[in-house]
């Protein structure tokens, strides 16, 4: 484990290596999937080296809140073209 994670990042990664771990995956794929997860939520968070938050948000138009806001203006014009 990296040096720039904290205990809290060791214990986030300890569970998902654990979990993947039960749920079927080899013990390397299981390292993989923990080690890209904690280091996504670090970036996320603003906790690498460098890190911007504005700058990991700026790309971020393919989170759930965008497309379900997105879906919904698209679909009630769509239902109002239908009704015509």
């Given at each position: 484990?990296?040096?720039?994670?904290?205990?809290?990042?060791?214990?986030?990664?300890?569970?998902?290596?654990?979990?993947?771990?039960?749920?079927?995956?080899?013990?390397?794929?299981?390292?993989?999937?923990?080690?890209?997860?904690?280091?996504?939520?670090?970036?996320?968070?603003?906790?690498?080296?460098?890190?911007s938050?504005?700058?990991?948000?700026?790309?971020?138009?393919s989170?759930?809140?965008?497309?379900?806001?997105?879906?919904?203006?698209?679909?009630?014009?769509?239902?109002?073209?239908s009704?015509?």
């Amino acid at each position: 484990m990296p040096k720039a994670w904290s205990n809290k990042r060791e214990r986030q990664y300890e569970h998902i290596k654990r979990s993947a771990k039960s749920r079927g995956r080899s013990a390397g794929t299981a390292k993989r999937i923990a080690a890209a997860t904690v280091n996504k939520t670090r970036r996320q968070k603003g906790e690498t080296k460098g890190s911007s938050r504005s700058r990991s948000r700026a790309g971020g138009g393919s989170s759930s809140r965008s497309r379900r806001r997105t879906a919904a203006r698209k679909g009630g014009r769509a239902s109002a073209r239908s009704r015509r």
